[in-house]
């Protein structure tokens, strides 16, 4: 009613003739009319507000519901990691997912192998005696596989000396081997996963704290879920059981 006679005020508006009588049932129509009026924008505006309720709350519950349940596309990722990390055996290597540094600065994980056997020897970069005879028991095994064998194989040379090899210094050792190519990994990693790593291999390595490493000389055959399959203890020793190991992971 304000903005009603407030308008007609400014307009200097007159008693209209006809008397007090009409001029009241004008009134009382107009303000009938308003009043209808600003009942159904009140009931527009209400039912805006209501949805607008029901919107937000829509919108809440939704906010709630992400932030109890994980992003979708990230559930189904990890639901997927999870299932297939159920599946490898017990005692799958797989089963660590620790990041090593390969030869090129690629970051690197072991069950990056799955699906491929892989022969794994733990060695150091600066050693002259034993482990080169490692590498070249790794290198004649991949010689003594069939091509179609071996460019299934993986090799994986890991560095137990965590302070002194670097990627560019595996680089240039598998390098100078003419090792440095496609299914050989040279890895770096941290001490803890280094030894962690060697725990599960078997391998037993102490730092002289002169830069020499007293290590076991171990050759290991993974089948392609991780799994331990052949173990050459020593050095010059036989490679059939390590062949043998290779064929039955691809069979």
Request: proline letters at 4%; hydrophobic letters at 45%.
């Amino acid at each position: 009613m304000r903005h009603f006679e407030d308008s007609n005020a400014s307009r200097g508006a007159r008693r209209p003739r006809g008397g007090w009588a009409k001029w009241g049932a004008a009134l009382a129509l107009a303000a009938a009319v308003l009043l209808t009026a600003c009942d159904a924008k009140r009931e527009a505006a209400g039912a805006t507000a209501a949805d607008a309720v029901a919107v937000h709350a829509g919108h809440a519950e939704h906010a709630a519901q992400q932030a109890q349940e994980p992003d979708a596309h990230a559930g189904h990722a990890g639901h997927q990691e999870a299932l297939a990390a159920a599946a490898l055996p017990g005692t799958s290597l797989f089963h660590m997912t620790g990041a090593f540094t390969a030869q090129d600065g690629a970051e690197f994980r072991l069950p990056e192998l799955r699906g491929h056997p892989s022969v794994v020897v733990m060695f150091y970069g600066d050693c002259t005696t034993a482990c080169p005879l490692l590498v070249k028991s790794a290198q004649d095994i991949e010689a003594a596989l069939p091509a179609d064998v071996a460019a299934a194989t993986q090799f994986v040379m890991v560095s137990f000396d965590t302070d002194r090899d670097t990627p560019d210094k595996l680089r240039a050792y598998a390098d100078e081997k003419g090792l440095d190519k496609d299914r050989w990994h040279w890895l770096i990693g941290g001490p803890l996963l280094t030894r962690q790593l060697a725990t599960l291999l078997g391998v037993q390595y102490r730092d002289g704290g002169n830069g020499v490493f007293a290590h076991s000389n171990l050759v290991t055959v993974l089948d392609a879920d991780g799994v331990p399959t052949a173990r050459l203890e020593g050095l010059g020793v036989e490679l059939d059981p390590a062949l043998a190991a290779i064929r039955a992971a691809l069979d």
